[in-house]
């Protein structure tokens, strides 16, 4: 079963506007990961934030963690066409090296 | 470094044929994963490696399905009789122990008629 859960499923917006997505987990982690996926290519590590970070930035990406309400958010700030791909968070539990991974969420912007 | 390189990028077979997938893993990774993305089931480890040894198959959906590392370079999931259910994009990713995150390959979408 998948560890975590994006919501929403999917997202359009229109270009500058920003782009938040959610990630669930159901138990303890040690970090946990996003990634990017372009329609027909593989995943794409975007950002990793550990479990005693709360927050975390790069570029135009921001990334909180709530470990009590086990749950994560991803921020992508001024969007541009070519943010329009599937977001995915992973989390690793840590000890077994796996990753797993939520549904996704396919974030569409419009030009 | 080229990356994880799998091959073929696309196969198309016939059901009951066995089709073997192929993945070589980034120089110096010691843990190597083999996923299946579906529309359906979304994103599923079906098995991964650490130095070569199988760690957990329990995403292995059935006895259908093998995976082997016979070494740090190379590793093969097999499908023997594939089924048209079988069909999905099967990803590769390894990874350094040292690191966290995982690096991909860019698929092989399988087709089984």
């Known amino acids: 079963s998948q560890q975590g859960e994006e919501d929403p499923q999917a997202l359009s917006i229109q270009e500058g506007e920003n782009a938040t997505m959610n990630c669930s987990y159901k138990?303890?982690?040690?970090?946990l990961q996003w990634y990017r996926q372009n329609s027909g290519r593989g995943l794409v590590h975007l950002i990793l934030i550990r479990s005693n970070e709360r927050e975390k930035h790069s570029g135009r990406l921001r990334v909180t963690l709530d470990t009590s309400k086990k749950s994560s958010s991803l921020l992508i700030t001024a969007s541009r066409a070519a943010d329009t791909a599937s977001y995915f968070c992973?989390?690793?539990?840590?000890?077994?090296?796996?990753?797993?991974f939520g549904a996704g969420t396919t974030v569409t912007v419009r030009a | 470094d080229a990356g994880v390189i799998q091959s073929p990028r696309h196969e198309v077979t016939e059901m009951g044929q066995e089709v073997t997938l192929r993945c070589k893993p980034i120089s110096g990774h010691n843990s190597l994963f083999w996923y299946r993305q579906t529309m359906m089931r979304g994103l599923e480890l079906l098995i991964y490696?650490?130095?070569?040894?199988?760690?957990?198959d329990s995403g292995m959906p059935e006895d259908r399905f093998s995976a082997k590392m016979p070494n740090a370079s190379f590793s093969t999931l097999k499908i023997q009789p594939s089924e048209p259910r079988d069909s999905a994009v099967y990803f590769c990713?390894?990874?350094?122990?040292?690191?966290?995150?995982?690096?991909f390959g860019q698929g092989t979408r399988l087709t089984v008629v």
């Open positions: 490696f650490n130095n070569n040894v199988p760690i957990d």
């Open positions: 138990t303890s982690i040690n970090n």
């Open positions: 992973a989390t690793d539990a840590g000890g077994d090296y796996k990753l797993s």
């Open positions: 990713a390894s990874k350094d122990s040292w690191r966290t995150e995982a690096f």
